[in-house]
């Protein structure tokens, strides 16, 4: 079993920036990718970024490209989301899931995660 827990959610102005964390611990956690997803009211679950295993690849949804950096810590069983430029657009629940196999080098996709994280609310005013 793994239990990503996020944290570093909370309100900011537009132009602002916040920067999310997840640590996630019950087995190895640099043998397998991160994702950060995230869910608007009334909106379903969207991708945002993911993360290989070794952090050598990253991957963003155009939403965030350019805004967004995803980057993970192994020693610390942490992997975070620094978001710069915010938008009342990104006002969302941001969770954190780890993949499904190992080695594997991230996925857009909410099938290739199996451990989820309850989320943070993040909340931007315009």
């Known amino acids: 079993q793994v239990q990503p827990v996020e944290s570093g959610g909370g309100l900011v102005q537009a132009g602002g920036s916040l920067r999310l964390s997840c640590a996630a611990s019950?087995?190895?956690?640099?043998?397998?990718?991160m994702g950060w997803f995230r869910q608007a009211p009334g909106k379903e679950r969207e991708f945002v970024a993911a993360?290989?295993?070794?952090?050598?690849?990253?991957y963003y949804a155009d939403s965030g490209k350019g805004r967004f950096t995803i980057a993970r810590d192994n020693a610390k069983n942490t992997v975070y989301l620094q978001m710069n430029s915010m938008k009342p657009e990104d006002t969302a629940v941001y969770s954190c899931?780890?993949?499904?196999?190992?080695?594997?080098?991230?996925?857009?996709?909410?099938?290739?995660?199996?451990?989820w994280g309850r989320g943070t609310k993040v909340a931007v005013s315009s």
């Open positions: 993360i290989s295993w070794s952090g050598a690849s990253t």
């Open positions: 899931a780890s993949a499904r196999k190992t080695y594997i080098s991230g996925s857009y996709s909410t099938n290739e995660y199996n451990f």
């Open positions: 019950g087995r190895t956690f640099s043998s397998y990718a």
